[in-house]
Structures are given as C-alpha cells and as structure tokens.
C-alpha cells in the first residue's frame, strides 16, 4: 500500500525547497540591481565631488587715483588692473606668450568679480587692495592633482612655467579653496570655473509649471468622462486605445509635434519654457489619464451607489464620492508624470531649449533651458572641468527627481482611504 501522508509529506517539503529558491533567487536579483545602483551613484558623486569646491587667487590690485576715477569707477578698464596685478607679482615675466599664460591663472570671471567688488564697496579706492578673484579651471585640476604631470609639456593644458607660478602662489599663500556657490546661484558659462545650473533650474520648474498647468486638469477630467460618463461605443473604444499608445510613443516625436504646430504654425517663442511645458503636457497627458482611470477603477462601486441611491445626480455621485476617494492614485500618477518629464531632454531639443543661456529667465516667454539639456550640453563640452559640472548636475536631478517620487509617496500615504 503507497503511504499518502509521506508522499504528501514529500511534496510539501519540495514545494517549500522551490518556494525559498525563489526567494533567493528574487533576494539576488534585488541585490545585483542595487549593486549596479550604487556603484552608477558613487561614481557620479565622487566625480561630482570636484565641483564642491573652487580655486581663488589672491590679487593686489592697485585702485589708486592714476588708476580709477574716483568720480566714475566704472569706466577703468578693469582687465588692465588684473593684469598689471599679475605681473606685479611675477616681474620676471615678459615675453608676449609668457605673460598671455600668466594671465591665463585667472578665470575671465575675474574682471567683472573686480569690478563688482569695487561698485559694491567704493571705500576701497585709493592704494593697493587684496581681492580674491576665481581661477582658472586648469590651475584648480592642477591643485587637485587632476593633471598628470609626468606627461610632456605638449601634452598637458598646464605648462612647466605655470606650474612653477602656481607652486609659488601657494607659497605665498595666495591660492585658497572656497564653496562653490556659483555652481547653485550662477547661469551657464563658457568657462567650467564658474558655468552654474540657477538658469537650467530655473527654466525646468517654469516649464514644469506650465506643464502642470494644463496637463493635470485636462488629464482628469478627460478620466473622469471616459470613466464615468463616456458611453461604451466604438468612438470610446478608440479613445482608449489612442491614449495607450500614446503612452509609449518615443518622446522625440512629441518635439516634432511641438516643432510643427507650437513654433512653425502658431507662432510662439522657440526656447521659451511656454513651449517647452505645452510640449512636455502632450507627453505627460496619457500617463495622467491612464493613472487617474486606474485611481477610480479601485474605488469601490457601493460608494456611488449608496449616493445615487440617496438621491444624489450622477454628477454629484462622482464627484462628491468617487472622485475624492480616488484624489490620492490621481496625484501619484500626475506627481509621476511630472518627475517623467522633468528627465526628458529629446523633445526639449527640438524646440530649441538646447541655447546657450546665461540669463535668468524670468517668465514662460523668456528664452531658457532645462536641466537635463544643461548636463546634455556639458557632456558634450571639449573641456575636461565640464565632465565634474556634468556629474553635479546629474546628482541634483536625481535629487528633483527622487523628491518628487518621495513627495508623490507621502500623499498617497496620508490622502488614501483604507476600506
């Protein structure tokens, strides 16, 4: 006779074997996944870390009467006192090229830095002044031992004769290591040493506004109808199926769409965060309807009809009942829509917010970039110093983007109604 309590033994023993190898294998996954995770992230913040800081040269500038107006000091020639303070300190220095590398310790910044000190503290006319002005970008990877200088002189952006300058400024005690708050309260620049994100922020939270704007009312109330109210024909049907796939339409071709109708039919400003958040709302609007439909799906029908059968008008039933239940799964999808089009660059790119911007936009119809074009832009910069902007730039998207996610979380959180 077979024995069915020890075959049945023997098979609930194998299941529990295949059951906990499943769950190490899911443990495994998980742990590979979040190893790649940490190591992309590490990365990116240990290269990022150069940017936390920047180099200043201290410089004796002489402000005096022969020099500056005290009447007008804005008309000194600003550039000329920057120089002369450099040559002061190096007097051996007098060839043509020499002195051009000489000049080239300080960041073109330097001369508007002076400038903005002496406008802000006309006191400091009358003799010789210490000013701490940026410096360049190759004395600061140098300072940090980001130039190898064991390679020839042809080699390396840094000659011998700067090395020499450099290694006797730091004798002197006249190179120092500062917060690099540029980086967070300056626009875009040529120059690595003091090229900042605020104008990329800037533009991304307005086109984001703009975003918002027009797709979270229209993404649910379009839910809303072809929920509650649309009739099931065929015309809904392909309503339905639309949005879907317009969900997984490449990005790209909702630029094109913005191309063609924003900027070459109605007219509008190419670069302009206007654009740039209608564009971003085309390809936010099926993920917010597809999201929201889902939201009042799993609300439980017995609300709306112990509302209609208290006498309530449909209308009142949805949207005093189902709707506010269904709140919280609505501004999750809408939350994550947003932080999805915060990191899309392609379509930005074809309506033209890949310009090179310093300004900080200060309206939807001012010229602007964003930040994923600003890191697309300095990742294609020639310039070594630009590679650690990128990584900080990245670093603070990640930021955004986690931020929203977090935010998306909390509401649901506090806003949903456990049945």
Same mark, same amino acid.
């Given at each position: 006779?077979?024995?069915?309590?020890?075959?049945?033994?023997?098979?609930?023993?194998?299941?529990?074997?295949?059951?906990?190898?499943?769950?190490?294998?899911?443990?495994?996954?998980?742990?590979?996944?979040?190893?790649?995770?940490?190591?992309?992230?590490?990365?990116?913040?240990?290269?990022?870390?150069?940017?936390?800081? @920047?180099?200043?040269?201290?410089?004796?500038?002489?402000?005096?009467?022969?020099?500056?107006?005290?009447?007008?000091?804005?008309?000194?020639?600003?550039?000329?006192?920057?120089?002369?303070?450099?040559?002061?300190?190096?007097?051996?220095?007098?060839?043509?090229?020499?002195?051009?590398?000489?000049?080239?310790?300080?960041?073109?910044?330097?001369?508007?830095?002076?400038?903005?000190?002496?406008?802000?503290?006309?006191?400091?006319?009358?003799?010789?002044?210490?000013?701490?002005?940026?410096?360049?970008?190759?004395?600061?990877?140098?300072?940090?031992?980001?130039?190898?200088?064991?390679?020839?002189?042809? @080699?390396?952006?840094?000659?011998?004769?700067?090395?020499?300058?450099?290694?006797?400024?730091?004798?002197?005690? @006249?190179?120092?290591?500062?917060?690099?708050?540029?980086?967070?309260?300056?626009?875009?620049?040529?120059?690595?040493?003091?090229?900042?994100?605020?104008?990329?922020?800037?533009?991304?939270?307005?086109?984001?506004?703009?975003?918002?704007?027009?797709?979270?009312?229209?993404?649910?109330?379009?839910?809303?109808?072809?929920?509650?109210?649309?009739?099931?024909?065929?015309?809904?049907?392909?309503?339905?199926?639309?949005?879907?796939?317009?969900?997984?339409?490449?990005?790209?071709?909702?630029?094109?769409?913005?191309?063609?109708?924003?900027?070459?039919?109605?007219?509008?400003?190419?670069?302009?965060?206007?654009?740039?958040?209608?564009?971003?709302?085309?390809?936010?609007?099926?993920?917010?309807?597809?999201?929201?439909?889902?939201?009042?799906?799993?609300?439980?029908?017995?609300?709306?009809?112990?509302?209609?059968?208290?006498?309530?008008?449909?209308?009142?039933?949805?949207?005093?009942?189902?709707?506010?239940?269904?709140?919280?799964?609505?501004?999750?999808?809408?939350?994550?829509?947003?932080?999805?089009?915060?990191?899309?660059?392609?379509?930005?790119?074809?309506?033209?917010?890949?310009?090179?911007?310093?300004?900080?936009?200060?309206?939807?119809?001012?010229?602007?970039?964003?930040?994923?074009?600003?890191?697309?832009?300095?990742?294609?910069?020639?310039?070594?110093?630009?590679?650690?902007?990128?990584?900080?730039?990245?670093?603070?998207?990640?930021?955004?983007?986690?931020?929203?996610?977090?935010?998306?979380?909390?509401? @649901?959180?506090?806003?949903?109604?456990?049945?």
């Amino acid at each position: 006779m077979i024995d069915l309590g020890r075959k049945a033994g023997f098979g609930l023993t194998a299941r529990n074997r295949a059951e906990r190898r499943f769950q190490w294998v899911g443990r495994f996954a998980i742990g590979i996944s979040l190893s790649f995770l940490l190591v992309m992230v590490g990365d990116i913040m240990i290269t990022a870390s150069g940017t936390i800081k @920047r180099t200043e040269i201290a410089l004796a500038v002489d402000l005096g009467p022969d020099r500056i107006d005290p009447a007008d000091p804005q008309s000194a020639s600003y550039g000329g006192l920057v120089k002369a303070s450099l040559r002061d300190m190096f007097p051996n220095v007098t060839k043509r090229a020499e002195k051009k590398r000489l000049y080239n310790l300080v960041s073109p910044e330097a001369v508007f830095e002076v400038a903005r000190i002496v406008a802000e503290d006309p006191g400091l006319l009358g003799g010789k002044r210490q000013i701490w002005v940026s410096a360049s970008d190759d004395l600061d990877l140098y300072l940090r031992g980001k130039i190898d200088t064991d390679q020839p002189q042809k @080699r390396r952006r840094i000659s011998d004769a700067e090395i020499e300058w450099i290694d006797a400024l730091q004798d002197a005690d @006249r190179l120092r290591r500062v917060l690099n708050w540029k980086f967070l309260t300056g626009g875009d620049s040529r120059e690595p040493e003091i090229a900042g994100i605020l104008s990329a922020l800037v533009g991304s939270a307005l086109s984001l506004a703009v975003c918002l704007a027009i797709s979270f009312p229209l993404g649910i109330g379009a839910a809303i109808y072809l929920e509650e109210f649309a009739p099931a024909n065929r015309l809904s049907d392909l309503i339905e199926v639309n949005i879907n796939n317009l969900a997984a339409v490449p990005s790209i071709v909702f630029g094109l769409l913005g191309l063609a109708i924003f900027l070459g039919v109605m007219g509008l400003p190419r670069s302009s965060p206007l654009v740039g958040g209608m564009v971003l709302a085309l390809m936010t609007l099926p993920t917010i309807i597809i999201a929201a439909r889902a939201a009042l799906k799993s609300v439980p029908p017995s609300f709306k009809e112990a509302a209609l059968a208290l006498g309530a008008s449909p209308v009142q039933a949805v949207f005093h009942h189902s709707v506010p239940v269904a709140m919280p799964g609505m501004l999750t999808g809408a939350i994550v829509g947003m932080a999805q089009a915060l990191g899309e660059t392609a379509p930005l790119l074809m309506i033209g917010m890949v310009a090179f911007i310093v300004d900080i936009p200060t309206s939807i119809l001012e010229p602007a970039t964003a930040l994923p074009v600003q890191i697309f832009l300095w990742a294609d910069s020639p310039e070594r110093a630009f590679t650690e902007k990128t990584a900080a730039a990245i670093i603070v998207l990640l930021i955004f983007l986690v931020s929203m996610n977090l935010v998306a979380i909390l509401l @649901r959180r506090k806003l949903e109604t456990r049945f």
